[in-house]
């Protein structure tokens, strides 16, 4: 596992697959604020109600300057069945063999139930305009995030 970002990083670059069906990297948000993060599974319960509260956020985290993506090590047909369903509009990119997540630092050792295990770790980071790390949670829960994310953020409902 990398090591976890802080503010001031830089944000390790990415190109990958989107949902639907072309390529989307962090330098198309240059300019921009975006929120990236990190989650286990598409149509999980957890993941499902996190991407949702992205998605009834997502008109005030963008008329604050802030784009959303959501990175999962799901194969690019569950993301585009996902985002179908729960009628996501911002990209869902499939991370198949965890290298971003790894250069996030959202890939390491998780515990459940007794076991250990490697993993994807729920994870959100903010990467500025300039492509640097404006906040790094890591472990966050999936219900309630995206409301902590807009109070951390200073974003008004």
Same mark, same amino acid.
């Given at each position: 596992?990398?090591?976890?970002?802080?503010?001031?990083?830089?944000?390790?670059?990415?190109?990958?697959?989107? @949902?639907?069906?072309?390529?989307?990297?962090?330098?198309?948000?240059?300019?921009?604020?975006?929120?990236?993060?990190?989650?286990?599974?598409?149509?999980?319960?957890?993941?499902?109600?996190? @991407?949702? /509260?992205?998605?009834?956020?997502?008109?005030?985290?963008?008329?604050?300057?802030?784009?959303?993506?959501? !990175?999962?090590?799901?194969?690019?047909?569950?993301?585009?069945?996902?985002?179908?369903?729960?009628?996501?509009?911002?990209?869902?990119?499939? /991370? $198949? $063999?965890?290298?971003?997540?790894?250069?996030?630092?959202?890939?390491?050792?998780?515990?459940?139930?007794?076991?250990?295990?490697?993993?994807?770790?729920?994870?959100? !980071?903010?990467?500025?305009? /300039?492509?640097?790390?404006? @906040?790094?949670?890591?472990?966050?829960? @999936?219900?309630?995030?995206?409301?902590?994310?807009?109070? /951390?953020?200073? !974003?008004?409902?």
């Amino acid at each position: 596992m990398s090591e976890r970002l802080v503010p001031g990083d830089t944000a390790p670059a990415f190109s990958l697959p989107n @949902a639907d069906g072309g390529t989307t990297a962090l330098e198309d948000f240059a300019g921009h604020d975006v929120v990236v993060y990190f989650y286990p599974a598409a149509s999980t319960p957890g993941c499902t109600k996190q @991407a949702c /509260d992205f998605r009834d956020s997502l008109a005030s985290l963008r008329s604050a300057g802030y784009q959303v993506v959501g !990175i999962s090590p799901d194969p690019v047909a569950k993301l585009a069945k996902f985002a179908a369903k729960e009628e996501l509009t911002f990209p869902l990119l499939s /991370d $198949d $063999d965890h290298a971003v997540a790894d250069a996030y630092a959202a890939w390491g050792e998780k515990k459940n139930y007794g076991k250990t295990y490697q993993g994807l770790i729920r994870s959100t !980071i903010v990467v500025d305009r /300039d492509g640097k790390v404006a @906040a790094a949670q890591y472990n966050v829960r @999936a219900t309630g995030h995206v409301a902590k994310l807009r109070r /951390d953020l200073k !974003i008004d409902q």
